[in-house]
């Protein structure tokens, strides 16, 4: 009996090993909904779930909860179980003995001209104290429907090492227009919505996606996830757009007057595999879902690497030299307009957006953008690097190296961990430069970084080459501007 006992033990640990948590999702394209199953197996007297307060990649708060409608819960014979909301983002359940609690709700789904739409956060409701746990994705959809997500598989059911996966993978789903291309082995797939999505030029989208999986999966040294999803709506108007990173997927709002130089945001985005998504501050996954994340490294997750992003567009030939300058000019004029530069700095733009907007908080800074000012800061630091060293380090070896320490699903880096990395490729002077770029408020110095290269900031604020550059100076700016240095 020892043994028997012994035995039903492993097998129940076995069995619980390998219980996961349950979502089953079905479109319902005429109310606009989603039909929302979520089984959970648990053994405690009580479970609560509850909606993220925020999307990762938006440092903002977000009213998830309101989106819950009829939600109602059940044990394992179908039996009803109260469910009281403890607040506007959290319900508990007694489950004493049950088992199994199986919560039914719906929630809203973009649907437009046959095709859908939706985003994790916005969805899934988590189990309080488990979005660690394995979770199985089932999309039950009619049989000639499409489905783009991320997650690897080919559906209908996709497995999850966590909530956070589950809920960093947005789905598009029905009668898309799709493209896809292999890029490193890899998979990627862009799929296409929107009123304007016939508009776009769908060759040079195609072009862009994929040039752009080259060059950053080629920088980075491979790609990072199964595959890769663009999920792409199409506006009918403007040039630009916006986008948001995921963990093997991006969504991005195109203008359908979509151009060469959109490919900017695209390459952005894209870098987000690495910086954000897996370079990261530890606060930013596994995610507290209840809480805007504080962090001091937004500028470099956000505007350094709109830096690199830019940069490797012009380092490996798709922006000609002159335009990428302009590129620079523009962001470093950007920068220069916000007269916050010179009582805010970076670190803290960074580190109290979530103080904005009576403390619901937004995508850009407190005070000043972390964008224009991280993509300046790390301009200034690429070329100090370059010119310190004679050349042999950039930072390039400071991305590596962060990638280095987070890659391979590392916890994320510690907040001085980027000044550790400086100071390793540099030398110990760039504790202090650290310092005075990144954590004290003040004109950052881009004359003097320019002149390392040869280039300075003519009247207007453009970029242009001194007239007549020394020898050392064209030798560093063409290390500058190489693939590979
Ligand atoms: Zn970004």
Redesign the pocket.
């Known amino acids: 009996m020892k043994n028997s006992l012994a035995l039903v033990l492993v097998l129940a640990a076995a069995s619980q090993a390998h219980a996961e948590i349950g979502y089953r999702v079905q479109p319902q394209p005429d109310t606009s909904q989603l039909a929302i199953t979520v089984t959970i197996p648990t053994r405690a007297a009580e479970t609560l779930v509850q909606m993220p307060n925020w999307s990762p ?1 938006h440092y903002m708060l977000q009213n998830n909860g309101a989106r819950v409608k009829d939600l109602v819960a059940t044990d394992r014979d179908n039996k009803p179980l109260e469910v009281t909301a403890v607040d506007d983002h959290t319900w508990k359940i007694p489950s004493a003995g049950t088992k199994q609690v199986t919560l039914r709700y719906s929630a809203p789904l973009e649907f437009q001209n046959g095709i859908g739409h939706y985003s994790g956060p916005t969805t899934y409701l988590y189990v309080v104290g488990r979005t660690q746990e394995r979770c199985k994705l089932t999309l039950e959809t009619p049989k000639d429907w499409k489905v783009a997500v991320g997650l690897d598989g080919n559906g209908p059911s996709y497995k999850t090492d966590s909530y956070d996966t589950l809920a960093d993978n947005p789905v598009t789903l029905g009668s898309y227009y799709e493209e896809t291309y292999k890029v490193a082995g890899k998979q990627h797939i862009i799929a296409l919505r929107g009123a304007a999505a016939d508009k776009i030029d769908k060759k040079l989208l195609r072009e862009t996606c994929e040039t752009v999986s080259k060059i950053e999966t080629e920088f980075m040294g491979g790609a990072p996830y199964g595959k890769y999803v663009w999920h792409f709506t199409v506006r009918s108007a403007g040039m630009g757009g916006s ?1 948001l ?1 995921h963990l093997s997927s991006t969504e991005i709002s195109l203008g359908s007057g979509f151009s060469r130089r959109t490919a900017s945001l695209l390459a ?2 894209f870098f ?1 595999l690495w910086n ?1 998504k897996r370079v990261r501050s530890q606060v930013l996954g596994p995610f507290d879902y209840t809480q805007l994340p504080k962090t001091g490294a937004l500028w470099w997750l ?1 505007g350094t ?1 709109d830096y690199f992003s830019t940069m490797l567009l012009g380092r490996f030939g798709w922006t000609p030299e002159q335009e990428l300058y302009n590129e620079i000019a523009s962001n470093v004029r950007r920068q220069r307009r916000s007269p916050a530069r010179l009582t805010v700095s970076p670190n803290e733009s960074s580190a109290r957006v979530g103080e904005t907007n009576n403390g619901r908080g937004n995508s850009n800074g407190f005070g000043l953008s972390y964008y224009d000012d991280g993509f300046v800061v790390g301009l200034c630091l690429d070329l100090e690097l370059l010119a310190k060293t004679n050349g042999k380090r950039s930072l390039d070896d400071v991305e590596f190296a962060l990638w280095k320490k987070c890659r391979n699903n590392q916890p994320g880096f510690v907040e001085d961990e980027i000044r550790k990395q400086l100071i390793v490729a540099g030398g110990e002077s760039f504790g202090p430069l650290y310092d005075k770029l990144v954590l004290s408020p003040g004109e950052l110095p881009v004359e003097q970084a320019l002149s390392y290269v040869g280039l300075e900031l003519a009247e207007r604020g453009e970029i242009r080459s001194v007239a007549t550059p020394s020898e050392e100076q064209l030798r560093l700016r063409k290390l500058w501007l190489a693939k590979k240095r």
Do not use: A, L, P, R
Request: charged share 35%; no cysteine.
């Open positions: 990649g986008g990173e952005h985005e987000h954000v956000e690497t």
